[in-house]
């Protein structure tokens, strides 16, 4: 009752809005709430009808494609939740799957790394949704042994970042470096990225990057490349690159790769299109 209730005072309170400003204010409203407008209460009903004015205009202010994200300022990741802003890309769900690959491998590892330090380089970390995800999973297992650097060439992405490694309870240092530059005398075990690697000119744009920043989304072939050698210096004898980038991308990465790493295994996103490289430097 309460849904259709709530749907007939919408409709009546935001006559002056358009059908899309409508529904991207019924989406931020479920964000807001953080529930489906269906599992609305007549509790929430009363709070919304007292955020309609302030929250309403809001969302007319914003140009068509402005993120909602970032009008919340937050986001979700692998389950968790994440404070984003103008400076750090939204985390996307196809990053999810370099978070899932690398827990495993962690797992599979898990009696090789024996009580050892695994040392991980979330490389180009932004708002670090990938190296916290995976932290956070670690510890859900019981894995306590490790220690996460974050790095980034902007100090804007690493202040988001401390704010997420704060509110996730985690202490991990930031770097800021440009590529890998910063972290030349380290070994890693596993460095994981989501490089910045959408070309100028890609087709595939959406109309709401525009609000990201272009740092965080635009490179190329070549900064892939280096990004994979300079991985390979800083990593152990076993160590593993794990990156994601443009299904584009894979074919002309390729045979790169391999002539640079042991073995290199190519992994599919939810729409079973090449998304990334897993890199073993050893076996
Ligand atoms: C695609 S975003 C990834 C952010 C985050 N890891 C995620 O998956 O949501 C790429 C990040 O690379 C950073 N970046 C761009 N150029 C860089 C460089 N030359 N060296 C280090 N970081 C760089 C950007 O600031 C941005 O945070």
């Known amino acids: 009752m309460i849904y259709f ?3 007939k005072f ?7 809005f358009s059908i899309e400003e ?3 204010f019924i989406l ?3 964000n807001l ?3 489906s407008l269906y599992n609305f209460t007549n509790k929430d009903f009363e709070k919304l009808k007292k955020y309609i004015k302030k929250y309403g205009s809001l969302i007319k202010k914003y140009p068509k494609n402005y993120p909602i994200e970032y009008i919340l300022k937050k986001t ?3 389950g968790y939740k994440f404070f984003i802003n103008e400076n750090v890309l939204i985390p996307r769900k196809d990053t999810e799957h370099l978070v899932e690959i690398a827990l495993g491998l962690v797992l599979k590892r898990k009696k090789l790394y024996g009580t050892q330090k695994i040392h991980i380089l979330d490389l180009a970390c932004g ?8 932290a956070k999973e670690l510890k859900k297992k019981n894995i306590s042994n490790f220690f996460i650097c974050f790095s980034d060439i902007s100090i804007n992405a690493l202040k988001v970042c401390k704010l997420n490694l704060k509110y996730h309870n985690l202490q991990f240092p930031l770097i800021l470096q440009d590529s890998l530059k910063a972290v030349k005398e380290f070994k890693f075990d596993l460095i994981l990225s989501n490089p910045p690697y959408v070309e100028r000119n890609s087709p595939f744009l959406e109309k709401s990057c525009l609000y990201e920043p272009k740092i965080a989304l635009f490179g190329s072939l070549e900064l892939l490349k280096l990004w994979a050698k300079e991985s390979y210096k800083v990593l152990k004898e076993n160590g593993i690159y794990i990156f994601e980038c443009a299904p584009y991308q894979v074919r002309s990465l390729k045979s790169f790769l391999k002539d640079l790493y042991t073995k290199v295994e190519i992994y599919v996103d939810y729409n079973q299109l090449p998304r990334g490289f897993i890199c073993y430097k050893g076996l």
């Open 28 to 30: 931020f409203l479920e």
């Open 5 to 7: 209730e709530l749907k």
């Open 22 to 24: 409508k529904n991207r």
């Open 76 to 78: 979700y990741f692998f």
């Open 127 to 134: 708002s670090g949704c990938i190296g916290i995800s995976l």
């Open 10 to 16: 919408l409709s009546s309170k935001l006559e002056n």
């Open 33 to 35: 709430f953080e529930k």
